[in-house]
């Protein structure tokens, strides 16, 4: 068997409704599959009004806006005309790219079509919930993953810290790596204006402390602000640089009113505005790559991030940036400081960093998750459909 005979039924709660990193990621693995002859069915929910449009074959299924999140949409069910729709398009793998009842859903169609089922783990969500005041439902919501994930012939991670903490959280016992890749075309150091930095009112001098993402609170945007107040406590010399959008963007521009907020940037915008920061703040411990953080390291900046998944598998501890423990304001601010003073330090930082991301190819990324394809394909068949995974 090869990549022509692939055929993949894909269930995101996602694919192209609202832009991030975890999408952005499904459709470009799509229209890798696509460029080398697999067949791809899609099935998500859809909108009148997407962020973009989607590659490949998008089936709409079901679904409800989420109460306070009014942006996203929760898939329902598998109705019968998309079962049936399913079964004509004839798969022989099914991937799940996000934990809710469409995942759940699909899981058990695969099982009783005795194909196999392969999942990817996009973010850490059961610590969303610190940010919501619901700490104390971490365990439900981990023992609800893990009842998922468990069902799964393999489940694949982004990194290899995301991949160990699936392993430590006893998810399955197959788990596999499926990173992510980078666009040299448009994340280049060449791309840095002091044109626009002076659009925007930054002195050419100026040290610019970048934030990169949507705009949403489990991003770490209370601990950006504080270590950014800690930062004018100290009269370090800096200037504060948000690109991305999002629902908590009122309270952010309320709670560091002297930032400068550039919206969404996209494409070569976007490769311009990370370019023309000086280092990255990420304070985040939900996600499990980090795509921002690539993204700057490819621009040559050094990245200042927490101690958590994704980010640790990046970062080198004073090579490329600097690991803090997750919530540590002075370490945080401490660590801004540093490179705020000091122009040699950051480039030598950006420099090891943009070394590390020239390894991070995106047809290769996406072959290695073909690859893995194949061989579950295969194990199936061999073994039949396994019960849930057999992890103590």
Known sequence: ???TELRIALFSGNYNYVRDGANQALNRLVDYLLRQGAAVRIY???????AFEPKGDLISVPSLAIPGRAEYRAPLMIPPSVKRDIKAFQPNIFHIASPEILGHRAVTLA????LPVVASVHTRFETYLRYYGAAFLEPLVEAGLRRLYRRCDAIFAPSESMAQCLRDQRMNYNVGIW??????GIFDPARRSLEWRRSLGIEDDMPVVGFVGRLVMEKGLDVFSDAIDRLEKRQVRHKVLIVGEGPARDWFEKRLP???FAGFQGGNDLG???ASMDMLFNPSVTETFGNVTLEAMAVGLPVVAAIATGSESLVTDNVTGRLIRPGAIDAFADALAHYCRDEAARKAAGEAGRAVTLHYGWDEVNQALVDAYLRVIREHAGAGRPKDSPVP
Do not use: F, Q
């Open 44 to 50: 998500s929910p859809t909108v009148d009004n997407p």
């Open 111 to 114: 099982h009783r079509l005795d």
């Open 179 to 184: 990173t992510r890749g980078i666009d040299t």
């Open 258 to 260: 002297n930032a400068i």
């Open 1 to 3: 068997m090869d990549v």
């Open 272 to 274: 311009r505005a990370v």
